[in-house]
């Protein structure tokens, strides 16, 4: 499951990020994300904390965040979000800005379910969660879709 936001996130969408972690490690997901702070951070430690397997798809060479169980060093800068977003069965997006709209547009423009907790901006075949634990369950039901 990719999970995409901002790099620098304010306390209530770290938390959301956080649960959305821990819902989706308690689930047996792989948590795929862009390995730096904010909601990635904040979805790794959630991720991590429950035992789940983090893997960062780091912009550059950088260690990325201390919560990642695999780290690919990609040297793409914003390019590797194309990978973020197509290494997921669906992606599910917390907050966010132009890094993540773009994610979430090449989610959608390649047939993959988005779900969105307080979304930047609000595209068509996007669906919208009201918490972390709704984000997860439709997330899980659209793979046995």
Do not use: F, W
């Not at 979805?43 to 965040?65: C, E, F, Q, T, Y």
């Not at 979000?81 to 547009?105: H, L, M, P, R």
């Not at 390649?110 to 969105?116: D, E, L, M, R």
Request: hydrophobic share 45%; net charge positive; proline share 3%.
């Amino acid at each position: 499951m990719s999970v995409v936001g901002a790099g620098s996130a304010d306390d209530e969408l770290e938390k959301i990020a956080e649960k959305i972690g821990e819902l989706l490690a308690e689930k047996g997901c792989i948590v795929i994300n862009g390995g730096l702070g904010g909601v990635m951070e904040a979805v790794s430690r959630g991720a991590r904390r429950k035992g789940g397997i983090v893997v960062g798809i780091l912009p550059d060479m950088s260690a990325g965040n201390k919560h990642l169980s695999i780290k690919i060093k990609t040297n793409m800068g914003h390019a590797r979000n194309i990978i973020v977003a197509q290494s997921g069965d669906v992606v599910i997006s917390v907050g966010g800005g132009y890094g993540t709209i773009t994610e979430i547009a090449i989610a959608l423009k390649t047939g993959k379910k988005v779900i969105a907790v307080k979304p930047p901006v609000t595209l068509p075949g996007m669906y919208v969660a009201k918490s972390a634990e709704e984000a997860v369950n439709m997330a899980l039901s659209t793979l046995s879709n």
